[in-house]
């Protein structure tokens, strides 16, 4: 299972069975094992990998302590217009965090945060719900970050 959903994330995948790239981010000198991935949502449609007899998809083994981090490329900007960016998506998922991945003028990998997850209090606002309603205090805004030092 992903910590997203299909459905949200990257439409196209389910919609029309495009295939994207998809890589592991991190542990790549782990042990590789056949995955199919699914999504949190409740809908059977919520996976990525439909032509399970053809394009197996091979990631490192799941390891509790060392959680898994996987990205999808050349998925297109537009993937965002179902919910629009920031939005409200399918079965309420919030919006996964967003990194840009470039390289520097020396040649080396830089990461940043495009944009961190989506937080419960900014989907409740735009459900019309405001924290003053229902007396819970504004959550501070920190930006996570993800650990991609095991490239």
């Known amino acids: 299972m992903i910590d997203s959903s299909f459905m949200t994330t990257l439409p196209d995948s389910w919609a029309i069975n495009k295939r994207f790239i998809m890589l592991p981010l991190n542990r790549w000198n782990s042990d590789y ?10 809908d059977s449609d919520d996976y990525y990998n439909s032509e399970q007899h053809i394009n197996a998809i091979y990631l490192p083994r799941y390891n509790k302590e060392n959680p898994l981090y996987i990205g999808f490329f050349h998925t297109g900007a537009y993937q965002d217009t179902v919910g629009g960016y920031g939005g409200l998506q399918h079965c309420l998922i919030p919006n996964p965090q967003q990194l840009v991945i470039d390289r520097d003028s020396k040649g080396n990998l830089t990461y940043r945060v495009f944009s961190g997850r989506q937080k419960a209090d900014a989907m409740m606002k735009l459900l019309g719900y405001s924290q003053e309603e229902s007396g819970t205090p504004p959550a501070e805004n920190t930006e996570e970050t993800i650990g991609l030092a095991d490239r």
């Open 33 to 42: 094992e056949r995955v199919f991935l699914g999504g949190l949502t409740c």
